[in-house]
């Protein structure tokens, strides 16, 4: 059973930063990459970062590219997203997820387009 432990969500005024945390664990394949998707109310939920497993490598929505950075630490089985510059349009409750690499989606999505995923935490960026 894959399980998720997020932290870090809270109030910030724009161009702020915040950092979150995710700790995952449940994971039988390889092949698997952690990220996070937000949903605001009334809109539908957006792909923003995700991380591979196995490589490393991470990948960007282009609304947060260049602000936010997702990292990873093996040891402690946790995922981080930093993020800087944030503006009022990324409040949002922010949802730590895992997919097969090959189908993350980055951008506009259904919350069926992930395989499993957190509780939640609010990030609000006040103007």
């Known amino acids: 059973e894959v399980r998720f432990v997020e932290s870090g969500g809270g109030l910030v005024q724009a161009g702020g930063s915040l950092r979150l945390s995710c700790a995952a664990s449940?994971?039988?394949?390889?092949?698997?990459?952690i990220g996070w998707f937000r949903q605001a109310p009334g809109n539908q939920p957006e792909g923003v970062a995700c991380?591979?497993?196995?490589?490393?490598?991470?990948y960007y929505s282009p609304s947060v590219k260049g602000r936010f950075t997702i990292a990873s630490d093996h040891a402690k089985n946790t995922v981080y997203l930093q993020m800087n510059s944030l503006k009022p349009e990324d409040t949002a409750v922010y949802y730590c997820a895992a997919q097969l690499h090959r189908r993350w989606i980055l951008g506009p999505a259904s919350r069926t387009d992930f395989n499993s995923w957190g509780q939640g935490t609010q990030v609000t960026v006040s103007s």
């Open positions: 449940g994971f039988t394949e390889d092949d698997w990459a």
């Open positions: 991380i591979s497993h196995s490589t490393g490598a991470t």
